[in-house]
């Protein structure tokens, strides 16, 4: 076949058809993977070109963002404040544990360690030193001249066995380090001051109105958690008037949940106006101490007279009426038998004899409810308020007996640990309970049983001087029927002023108890 014929042919045609399509789309797709890679070197696909496009045309409202910012400013201003009156306070208490000389035996062993040749030869100086090292916050709450007077918790300065450290010293947010010494302290309200000297100024705290404080209230948390100094956190006031805590603290205290660690106690809560409205204190962890929210602070309220007593006479002279307190509020017998439905306060079980209480008139039995008009929502708050109350003055305690309402004139004298455990001066010293139906069912009473069960019996008070047991059943007090909380006390009041005793069932035996003569 020619060459002519070749190229006029069918066959060619198709061909050259094919090599035409395949040359295109080469070319086609070159030209697109070059635009591609171009668009690539260039900033991103056309795809992300088109998102970042419409995030840019996205604009915060300016009346929000306004908004924001000034919530952050006040922040801010709040934190430039507070952070310098915080500082931390490193302590260091110094215990020696004793070893044995082994170069004494056996002359140590027949004379003792103190002997010439035994021991530490009678110098008292032998032994292993430990140095434990601790860490809190303060809060610079006073100014004398160069000293400075910073306010923290007691169990910040003190050790496991609640003694005083050996050594403080106060870290200041820039990094300024000053020995300092311990002031006072009260362990029933967990507070403490030290001091410390310097030529530098340092702002003091503004101290707040913890009164004024609402659930829900913005609540900033100054302080040193886990040594990292001057830390700020930000929450809420979860709850006011809490009460618990660790040790026999008399506090009611602010719920936050402001993350607060160890190292924060002593360190300042405060409001949005960077008033200190708290000390930090404790709080409540199932994690091993980490913060989980649940954070306590001391109200300032509560602080604020220990202030001045701390530096005026090194200790804090609580108010004393002289009466033991128990919490009734959620025993309805016993609210029902004494007609308390619906009060609050604190039930005065047992009252010292000759103190402020008893020359006053006040009886066991009695039902505080008010001091100088004031309402007592629960025993935290009568302990805290009574001790709080200046001794030497007077002041006005109101109670129920027997449904009706009494005021008591009480001359307030000055709380000792030695005079408030004089368990011997506590009349009567016996807590009892009406043998109800559920009592019955505990104790597996027989049903015709009644009267009082001794639930409790104070050792050397009255009661237990007479031999009352715990478990004894109370039919009589100075042969006159009682067979409520009521009456027990209406009978110690009326039948019981000047001698004591107690007819009783124990076990399968019926007695009469010993006589105590008032």
Not at 241 to 270: E, H
């Amino acid at each position: 076949m020619d060459l002519a014929k070749n190229l006029s042919s069918k066959k060619f045609f198709i061909f050259n058809l094919v090599l035409f399509g395949a040359i295109f789309g080469f070319a086609l797709a070159f030209l697109t993977f070059s635009c591609t890679g171009s668009s690539s070197a260039s900033g991103g696909s056309p795809t992300k070109l088109t998102a970042q496009a419409q995030n840019a045309d996205i604009v915060v409202p300016a009346d929000s963002l306004a908004v924001a910012e000034s919530v952050q400013g006040a922040f801010r201003a709040v934190a430039d404040k507070v952070v310098p009156s915080v500082v931390q306070l490193k302590t260091v208490s110094v215990r020696r544990q004793q070893i044995p000389n082994f170069n004494g035996i056996p002359w140590e062993f027949f004379f003792g360690p103190n002997s010439p040749r035994g021991g530490d030869g009678g110098n008292g100086e032998r032994g292993q030193e430990y140095r434990a090292q601790g860490l809190g916050s303060g809060i610079i709450v006073r100014q004398d001249g160069n000293t400075y007077f910073v306010l923290t918790n007691n169990h910040v300065v003190t050790d496991e066995q609640g003694k005083a450290v050996d050594e403080i010293a106060i870290e200041t947010n820039t990094g300024k380090e000053f020995p300092a010494k311990l002031v006072g302290r009260d362990e029933r309200r967990d507070l403490a001051m030290v001091s410390f000297s310097s030529s530098e100024k340092f702002p003091l705290a503004v101290l707040g109105d913890s009164d004024a404080a609402r659930v829900g209230d913005w609540a900033i948390a100054v302080g040193n958690p886990l040594g990292f100094s001057s830390s700020v956190t930000m929450g809420i006031i979860s709850a006011v008037g809490r009460t618990g805590g660790p040790g026999n603290n008399i506090n009611d205290f602010i719920q936050t949940d402001a993350s607060i660690n160890q190292g924060n106690s002593g360190g300042a809560l405060v409001n949005i106006r960077g008033e200190v409205i708290g000390v930090n204190m404790w709080i409540a962890s199932s994690s091993g101490g980490g913060s989980v929210g649940l954070g306590f602070s001391i109200p300032i309220n509560n602080a604020k007279r220990t202030i001045g007593d701390f530096i005026s006479k090194g200790e804090i002279n609580d108010g004393w009426l002289g009466v033991s307190l128990m919490d009734i509020s959620r025993d309805n017998q016993v609210m029902k038998d004494l007609q308390l439905d619906g009060l609050h306060g604190a039930l005065a079980s047992d009252v010292f004899i000759d103190s402020p209480a008893d020359k006053a008139g006040i009886m066991p039995g009695d039902f505080i409810t008010k001091v100088d008009g004031k309402e007592m929502q629960n025993l935290n708050r009568l302990m805290q308020t009574v001790g709080d109350l200046k001794p030497g003055e007077t002041h006005t305690f109101t109670a129920v007996r027997d449904g009706a309402t009494q005021d008591f004139k009480v001359k307030i004298e000055v709380r000792s640990n030695e005079v408030a455990s004089q368990n011997k001066k506590l009349w009567p010293g016996v807590y009892v309970h009406s043998i109800d139906d559920e009592l019955r069912t505990q104790m597996k009473l027989d049903k015709n049983i009644s009267g009082l069960m001794v639930v409790r019996v104070i050792e050397q008070s009255p009661a237990a001087v007479i031999n009352l047991q715990r478990g004894d059943i109370i039919s009589a007090i100075n042969d006159t029927p009682v067979k409520d909380v009521a009456s027990f006390y209406k009978a110690l009041r009326e039948k019981a002023q000047k001698e004591f005793w107690a007819d009783v069932e124990r076990g399968d035996s019926k007695l009469q108890t010993m006589r105590y003569k008032r």
